[in-house]
């Protein structure tokens, strides 16, 4: 009896952390600051490739290809490190900043950020 406790146990924990990992990747509110974005990364793509943010939000960049990858502002204002597989990285919002970015590794990936007044 005490083994199939273990295991509904067991069962539980596994399927309380795998809903944990299906939400890691929605915006979650951040606190006052704003809120953090995900980008993921996957099949030399940006998803999303068009993000809403505000100022004071947070985009955390996340690498699922096992090419390297970074995210640079097509006119060089800004720029994350290069990301290896599973690496991610974070840039907070500032107004004005520049919206249409590449992978400069791989200028044929390409997004936007839509960046609403504060």
């Not at 596994?14 to 606190?31: D, F, I, W």
């Not at 900043?97 to 609403?116: D, F």
């Amino acid at each position: 009896m005490s083994a199939n406790i273990n295991r509904r146990r067991l069962l539980a924990t596994g399927a309380a952390g795998m809903a944990g990992l299906a939400l890691s990747t929605l915006p979650v509110r951040a606190g006052r600051d704003g809120q953090l974005h995900e980008v993921e990364i996957k099949g030399f793509k940006f998803r999303p490739a068009k993000l809403k943010v505000r100022p004071g939000d947070t985009i955390r960049w996340t690498n699922r290809d096992s090419a390297p990858h970074d995210a640079t502002a097509v006119n060089g204002s800004w720029q994350t490190a290069t990301l290896r597989k599973g690496q991610s990285a974070e840039i907070k919002v500032e107004a004005g900043m520049s919206n249409n970015y590449i992978c400069s590794i791989h200028p044929s990936m390409k997004a936007r950020l839509v960046i609403e007044s504060a």
